[in-house]
T-cell receptor, first 113, second 112 residues
């Protein structure tokens, strides 16, 4: 069963605007969450992470928000740039699963000029 | 520093054959994990090795196996290949395993 879900397969945003990618999880034992970006024919590239003791983490244009009670996290990209166009994967892990990454199925982001 | 290196990049095999994929982790990383990516199932965890021991295993049949060498390099083997094994196989390395992973570019396996 899918423990990490990204319900939007695709998202289109204009350059300069905010991109918001969402992710939900079902396993309350997850305590570490990551976002990866992936281009075709390449492996995922780590973007940003957050542990369950925080509710926000920022790195430049990327901010991840975690709402533990709702089992929901989101990635904000501000401002969006055409080079951000890629597939974004949300992943979650926890000690009870040996820190194996449980991935969502990804959201394809298209940033248009 | 060099990233995670996977070889070969592309592979075509026939049903029933076996295949071995190789992964060289980032220098100093002791944890190596393998993932399978398919269009239908997304990215799924296969197994993780740490200091030559399999520490964690996903929900895949026994035809999928792996090993890790003393220099942390890892191989995964798939025996009796099926058409459904066609996928992108990704290797990821980490210092300890719970601090996030760096992925290689993957090996694209096609079974015909």
């Amino acid at each position: 069963d899918q423990q990490v879900k990204q319900n939007s397969p695709s998202l289109s945003v204009q350059e300069g605007r905010i991109s918001i990618l969402n992710c939900d999880y079902t396993n309350s034992m997850f305590d570490y969450f990551l976002w990866y970006k992936k281009y075709p024919a390449e492996g995922p590239t780590f973007l940003i992470s957050i542990s369950s003791i925080k509710d926000k983490n920022e790195d430049g244009r990327f901010t991840v928000f975690l709402n533990k009670s709702a089992k929901h996290l989101s990635l904000h990209i501000v401002p969006s740039q055409p080079g951000d166009s890629a597939v974004y994967f949300c992943a979650a892990s926890g000690a009870n699963s040996g820190y194996a990454l449980n991935f969502g199925k990804g959201t394809s982001l298209l940033v248009t000029p | 520093k060099a990233g995670v290196t996977q070889t070969p990049r592309y592979l075509i095999k026939t049903r029933g054959q076996q295949v071995t994929l190789s992964c060289s982790p980032i220098s100093g990383h002791r944890s190596v994990s393998w993932y399978q990516q398919t269009p239908g199932q997304g990215l799924q965890f296969l197994f993780e090795y740490f200091s030559e021991t399999q520490r964690n295993k996903g929900n895949f049949p026994g035809r999928f196996s792996g090993r890790q060498f003393s220099n942390s390099r890892s191989e995964m083997n798939v025996s009796t290949l099926e058409l459904g094994d066609s996928a992108l196989y990704l290797c990821a390395s980490s210092l300890l395993g719970e601090d996030g992973y760096t992925f290689g570019s993957g090996t694209r396996l096609t079974v015909v």
